[in-house]
Each structure stands twice: as C-alpha cells, then as structure tokens.
C-alpha cells in the first residue's frame, strides 16, 4: 500500500510525501515525488555534489550556471512554418500555463535570470509538413533559455533545436501537449567541447496525446539534461529515444523521469551511448513512477552502452517505482558491454578492414534507435557525426 | 569454369591457445596441402582441433602459432591481418557465425564483396546475382534487411554462410561444420551451393565435419582423421564410410596408465 498526500504551496516546493512497499528492485530510499519543485531560486541551494541528483555530476566546474547572475542569450535562427508564432509571456503566464516548475537549481536560475519567456505556439488542429527548426548558438558567454511550447489540441508537429558554438548555457524548456496532439521534439546537442549545458525538459502529455523527445548529444564538455515527462490525462503516449557519443573528456548526463499519475498511458524510454577515450563519462539514470492511481499502464525502459576504448565509463541507473499492481507492465533494461571482438573477426573475416568494419558495428549499435527517429535530415546528420566521431579516433 | 590453380599449403602447424589454467597447445603439428577444385574432409571427435585449424588459418587472435607455416600460392599467409587474408581468397564458414545487431545483411554483403574485389560491385548485376543466389539457397528475400545473423535459426545461419562463399567466390574455403544443425532438406540446400560455388569459381574445399551425412552431397577427393590436433590417418572417400562404420574409437590412443596409490 502507499499513501501520496500531496501539499501544494504557491510559490515554495511542492512536498509530496510518498511511500512505497512495492517489492520491486531498483526502489530509491526516497520516493522520486519527494523531489522538490519551485519557482524560488532559494529552495535550491548550490548543489555539493553529494546529492542524489548531482551524484555523478562534475559540480565544480558548473559554478557559473549556479549564480545568480545575469547573461546574455543564445543567438537564435528560426524557420517557422505557417501559422506557428513565437511571442513571450510574462511569469505570471507561464506559472499559469500548465508548465512544471523548475526542479534544480540550474533550472530555476534559468527561469529567474532569462531575459525573456519565449512562447513558441503551435495552434490546435494544426498539421505541420515541416518541422519548426531553431538553431542556437553560443558566443562562449554565460546564457539562460526559458521556453515554452503550446501545441494546440490535434496538432501535428516535429520541433528540432539544434545547439551549437560555445556556452555556459542553462535553461528550462516545457512542451505542454493539447489532448490528441502528435508531436515530436528533437533536441540536438552539437556544442564545441567547452560548451557547459544544463537543461531541464519538462513534457506534460495530453488527454490521448503521443509526444516524442529525442535527444541527440554529441558535443559539449558538460552536457546534462534532465527530461520529464507527465500527463495531464488518460491515454497518452511517451516516447524518449536518445543517443549519444561522449569523447575524451566529455561528460554526457541523461536523466528521465516518467510520472505516471494519469491510468491508461504509456511510456517508452530508449538510450543508446558509444563511449571513446580517456574519461570519457557519460550516466543514464531512467526513473519511471507508476502512482497508486495510473492504473493500465504500461512502460518500458532501455539504457545501452558500447565502450570503445579504455579509460571511458558509463553509469546506468533505471529506477522503477510502482504503487499499484493493475498495470498493463512495467520493465527496464540496461547494459553496458565493451567492443564486442567477435562481430570485428567476423566482419575482417569477409575482407572488411578493422576500421570500416568497427564503423559498421558502431552504426549498427544505434540503427535501431536512429531509424526510429522519423526526420530524415537529423538520421541522416547524426550516421554521418557518428561517423565523424570514429574516424577522430582511427 | 575457373582454370586458375592456386595451392594452400599447411605445414607443421603448431598453435596454442591461453585459458584459465595456462597456455594449452591444441594443434600438435598440422600438415596438408589444398588445391583448386579438391574437396578435403576433415573428420573428428568433439574438442580434437578441427575449429582451432579453420580459426587459426583465418587469423583469429585468440589462437597463438608457435610453429610452422601457412602459404597461398607460396604468401606467407601468417604474416596477414585477418581481413588481408580474406581479401587473398580465404574464406571461412564458421560454425559459430557471430551476430552483429544493426548492420543489415545486404549493407555487409556489399561492404564484404567490394572490400574483397577492391572495387564496388555494378549495382544492377549485383542485385540480381543477390537475389539469385538467395533464392537457389531457398533464403527469404526478407532476410537481406534484417540484421547479420540477428535472430536467424541455426539454418539460416549457414545457409548465410554459403551464400557469402557464392558471392565473394573465393579461392580457398573452410567450411566448419557448415552441416551441424541442418535438417535433411536444408542440408542438401547447402550443400548444393557449396557445389555450385566450386563448380563456378574452382575453389579448393576444407570441410570439418562431424558426420559423413554431407559427404553423401558433396564428393570428397580427401579425407583426414583429425585426433588431438593433428591428422591420424588419411584416405580416399572410403576412409569416410569406415569411420561412419567403426567411429573414433580406434584413433584414439588410450592415456598412458597412471598409477594411483591409496
Ligand atoms: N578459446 C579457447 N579457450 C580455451 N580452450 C579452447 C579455446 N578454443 C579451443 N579450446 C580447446 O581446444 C580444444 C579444441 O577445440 P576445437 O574447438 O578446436 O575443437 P573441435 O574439434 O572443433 O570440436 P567440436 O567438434 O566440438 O567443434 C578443446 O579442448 C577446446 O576446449
Ligand atoms: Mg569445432
């Protein structure tokens, strides 16, 4: 049995105060509703490192994105298609408009110091044959990025924003999903290597909506992003498919976290990684909480790494949280294997020199995910950076 | 067809392989000779060798030669990577055939055919001649989408074995234990493809097997006992015909008595 007794405050963290006998592994000493959500910078201190959210973060090297300072935005090249408007709203509008609160304290200095709340709208019944596409790019200063996406009940969207150039970038995104919608958001991360970003996706899922966010990160000496998921009824579909490939040096962080509250909804988490290179570090952590009341759901969850050198390292972590036994099912997976030297003698066996054939492998290792992304121009551009980053090291 | 004579030549070939308990020598000085257009059987017992010679000739790097030579059409095929070899005209089936997930069959089938002609195959010829031959081997054209050997049947597997020999048409081909797990129709499937490969490109034939059922399908001009790594005994195909009739028992050597005190 569990018990939720939710407080809601105004502007201070919401406490849920949760508890769970769910006999399933993997169950945090603390529930993940207990989290803190605010809109107040002072509910966050500036993380040490010991947290539980920050365990496997370089903090030190993220002060700057902790300050609360000023800074200055993100270039921003739009193409939108017909009837898409991007236009800004005041705090009172947002805190208004469905979005979660921020839920650290990257997010809500992002939130407290942008500039300005873009709104990017995408009305109902729309039915986009072109993705929106945003391209932003960093002079290498310090940014902060707020944005919403409205898309508008039994629209039909793909949104692609693409990150490049230098920046210590923080920054709060929310896509709020009318009830029937299809969307899908991609999110490419292809900063230079000194690039700091810390994102926080918030995904709130309408009545019988199915949203996609796919996360593409390749760049960035410090990329993490921490996608969350919600729905705001019954029948709603998630899909989380990311890849990444981290470098020497690198530090890739992907964190999810799907609330199940709604019944009848469906979640699906896949990650894939290639790893390269002297500390190269990249972590997955994969929460999913099913509440008492998300009755027929039903959820999967995948984390897959390939190191290819010595010296990387990859944390996994898939958490699942389940208060009630009426589900439709539950399951995670998460492995994380070195070059496999069979499939290379096997491929050399046929004529295929080492280097091509250790690119089949590679390619072959994120097939399924990227094939599944259904925009051409990112599958097509993410196989050719893949190729990319295997020849930097051949 | 082909009247080109190439010759693998095995000689003394001593390899050894590093377990858990040490360095453990499995081929005790092999010697044979392979010519175009001959059929070798290589027969066996569990665990004498035959998979360690087909891996070791390939370059497999699990296995270690500390003695002797391997030469086609006299190059010092040792001294080869794994994928120089293959591109020389070796090929092997393996018994095991490894799966990599994602790569699709037709990609690594184009991949392997150019690497090993050393140019693109002409793209409409090659299509066609695919599709030929996986329809002599009876393979569903679905196949060719999916990935390598991912999810395939024990069947399927080697049937993709052979279909890579008819493509990539080498000179020398290894076939290990290409018959296990064949039922009667697929077995003849297979082994008419094998058939067809020699007969078109003249290749010289190693075949490792277990049992003489594929020898009824494919002739041997050779055939080799193969005992604790190394050849036993050697004949004509009347050797296969015994061996089904008497087994292995007469090859292998009882262990010398050991005296055990109380
Ligand atoms: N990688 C390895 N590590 C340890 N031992 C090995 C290895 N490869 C082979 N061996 C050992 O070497 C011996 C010969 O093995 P091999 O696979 O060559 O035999 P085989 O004749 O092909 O047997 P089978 O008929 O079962 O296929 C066996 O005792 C086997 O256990
Ligand atoms: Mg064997």
Known sequence: MSLLAQKNTTDGPVLVGAHTDSAEAFVPDQSRAERTTSYAVADFPVPSGREEDWRFTPVDRLRALFAEADGTPLRRDESLP??????????????????PKPADRAAVIAAARAASISVLDIPAETELTEPVRLVLTGDGVLSHGHTVI??????????????EG?????ELLSVVVGDGADVTVVTVQEWADTALHLGQHDVVVGRDATVRHIAVTLGGGIVRLNTNASYAGPGGSFEALGVYFADAGQHQEHRLFVDHEAPHCRSNVEYKGALQGDSAHTVWVGDVLIRASAEGTDTYELNRNLILTDGARADSVPNLEIETGEIAGAGHASATGRFDDQQLFYL????????????????????????????????????EAIDRELEATA | ??????????????????????????????????????????????????????????????????????????????????????????????????????????????????????????????????????????????????????????????????????????????????????????????????????????????????????????QPDFVHVFVDGRIAEQGGSELADRLEAEGYDRFQTAAPASVTSA
């Open chain 1, 150 to 163: 409205r898309v508008g009940n039994f629209a039909k969207a793909t949104i692609v924003l693409r990150h």
């Open chain 2, 1 to 218: 067809m082909s009247t080109a004579n190439h010759t693998l030549v095995i000689k003394d070939l001593h390899v050894t392989v590093d377990t858990d308990q040490g360095t453990k020598e499995i081929l005790r000085g092999v010697t044979l000779t392979i010519n175009s257009g001959e059929t070798h059987a290589i027969m066996g017992p569990n665990g004498s060798g035959k998979s360690t010679l087909a891996y070791s000739i390939a370059g497999h790097p699990k296995y270690t030669v500390t003695g002797g030579t391997v030469t086609l059409d006299g190059e010092d095929v040792l001294a080869m990577s794994v994928d120089e070899r293959a591109r020389a005209g070796l090929f092997l089936a393996m018994q095991y055939p490894v799966e990599v997930p994602g790569v699709t069959v037709s990609n690594f089938l184009r991949t392997a055919k150019t690497a090993i002609d050393g140019e693109a195959p002409k793209l409409r010829m090659w299509v066609k001649e695919l599709k030929q031959s996986m329809s002599d081997l009876k393979m569903d054209p679905a196949v060719s989408e999916r990935g390598v050997n991912e999810g395939f049947s024990g069947g399927e597997k080697k049937r993709h074995e052979i279909l890579q020999m008819e493509l990539l048409k080498p000179k020398m081909a290894i076939l290990d234990e290409t018959d296990s797990g064949l039922d009667v129709d697929a077995l003849r499937i297979v082994s008419e493809g094998v058939n067809r490969a020699k007969e078109t490109t003249g290749a010289g034939v190693l075949l490792i097997t277990h049992y003489t059922r594929i020898l009824r399908y494919i």
């Open chain 1, 82 to 99: 017909d009837g898409v408007t991007v236009s800004s709203i005041s705090r009172e509008e947002w805190q208004g408009s469905g979005a």
């Open chain 1, 166 to 170: 230098d920046a210590q970038y923080s």
């Open chain 1, 348 to 383: 050399q066996a046929r004529g295929i020199d080492e280097d091509t054939a250790r690119r089949l492998v590679v390619r072959g290792f994120f097939a399924a995910i990227v094939g599944r992304i259904g925009v051409p121009e990112i599958e097509e551009h993410l196989m």
